[in-house]
Every structure is written in C-alpha cells, then in structure tokens.
T-cell receptor
Framework: AQKITQTQPGMFVQEKEAVTLDCTYD???????LFWYKQPSSGEMIFLIY??????QNATEGRYSLNFQKARKSANLVISASQLGDSAMYFC????????????FGTGTSLTVIP | DGGITQSPKYLFRKEGQNVTLSCEQN?????MYWYRQDPGQGLRLIYY???????QKGDIAEGYSVSREKKESFPLTVTSAQKNPTAFYLC???????????FGPGTRLTVL
C-alpha cells in the first residue's frame, strides 16, 4: 500500500481564492510527522508546514494551513488567497517513527493559479 | 547566509563513467540525505547519514555510494553500476533524523 497518496495530479485556482490539496497517509506507527513541500519549476523543495501526530491543533503558517483529520488519516493543505507565485508542484510527505529513513513522499499535485 | 548548496546545477556524463555530486550545508545539521526524483514522481531516498562517519542505505542505494567525513559535507557518487542514472538529485539536511528536512537546489544529471 502507498504510504502517501495524493489523488489530484493537477489543480487550478483563481487568483485570490482558496484551494485545498488532498493528502492521505497510511501508517500504524503512533509517532509520525506530516509535511508539505512546494517545488517550483526551478526544482528546489521548499518546506511549507509541519504537523505532528500528537499535535492537537491544526498547523498554520501564514497563508498555509494543514487540515489534519487523524481518524481519516488525511492531512490536506489549504492555501488561502492564492497568488500567481503559488503555481508549483506540491508534495505531501510523512516521517514514520523517529528515524530518518522512514520518510515517504507522495507523487505531487501541480497547482496552477489563474489570473 | 545559512543553507544547503549543491553543485553543479547541471551535469552531463558519458555512460560508464563515475560522477560525484556535491552537497554542503552550514546549518549545523547532524543528518543529511540524498534523494532521486524522476519526471512526474515523488522523491526516493538513496542514502542518509545521521552523524559523521555513519551512513545508511535508503530504498534505492544500488549503484550509488556516499561518504560523510565532515559534518558539513555529504557527497554522492553515481557509479557506472547505476543502470538508469539520468534524474534530478536532491540533497537535504535536518538537525536530527526526526526533524524537518530542508533541501538544496538540486543537481540535474544527464547520461549521454
């Protein structure tokens, strides 16, 4: 089974609107972390937001928020007030346990912001 | 400025040649990682290192080798044994293996 599933290969959003990028995960380890990264066309992976499995509140970082639904094993990224510079690939990732090799990436969602 | 640097940005290699990709960080991070990304795919872990002089194989280590002689440096050698080396290679680091990973700008390797 896939550890991280991103079911939206491509998404479009109007500038200034909000958009939700879906991510579901699969793990039986009680300790895990969930990450979202942005990859513009230049290729660099830019860290956006983190949610720990024991965190009670949803993580927020500026215009980014993570909708964490533990029972459903979902960790959707919400981008508010979309900007043209948000056009990029977005990857959901999970660190399973506390060791560095248990780190899994989804296949990504391509977001295009329309003026 | 603190960060992670990778060089070169683009690299071309003839079949049968070994090539070494550089990764340097000045963030004082203990853990470092190498990932491979193929078109339309997520990242796959090649090797990782939690401390100096120690490293572990990831999911796709065959045909690659690494060293970790200094905390700041984690070079990756793509050997001639790697059957399909053309890809985008990303280096990352984190304070410890359980912390957020931060990435370098990547090296795009093309085998001619």
């Amino acid at each position: 089974a896939q550890k991280i599933t991103q079911t939206q290969p491509g998404m479009f959003v109007q500038e200034k609107e909000a958009v939700t990028l879906d991510c579901t995960y699969d793990t039986s380890d009680p300790s895990y972390g969930l990450f979202w990264y942005k990859q513009p066309s230049s290729g660099e992976m830019i860290f956006l937001i983190y949610q720990g499995s024991y965190d009670q509140q949803n993580a927020t970082e500026g215009r980014y928020s993570l909708n964490f639904q533990k029972a459903r094993k979902s960790a959707n990224l919400v981008i508010s007030a979309s900007q043209l510079g948000d056009s990029a690939m977005y990857f959901c990732a999970m660190r399973e346990g506390l060791v560095g090799n248990q780190f899994y990436f989804g296949t990504g969602t391509s977001l295009t912001v329309i003026p | 400025d603190g960060g992670i640097t990778q060089s070169p940005k683009y690299l071309f290699r003839k079949e049968g040649q070994n090539v070494t990709l550089s990764c340097e960080q000045n963030l004082n991070h203990d853990a470092m990682y190498w990932y491979r990304q193929d078109p339309g795919q997520g990242l796959r872990l090649i090797y990782y290192s939690q401390i100096v002089n120690d490293f572990q194989k990831g999911d796709i280590a065959e045909g690659y080798s690494v060293s970790r002689e200094k905390k700041e440096s984690f070079p990756l050698t793509v050997t001639s044994a790697q059957k399909n080396p053309t890809a985008f290679y990303l280096c990352a680091s984190s304070y410890t293996s359980s912390d957020t990973q931060y990435f370098g700008p990547g090296t795009r390797l093309t085998v001619l």
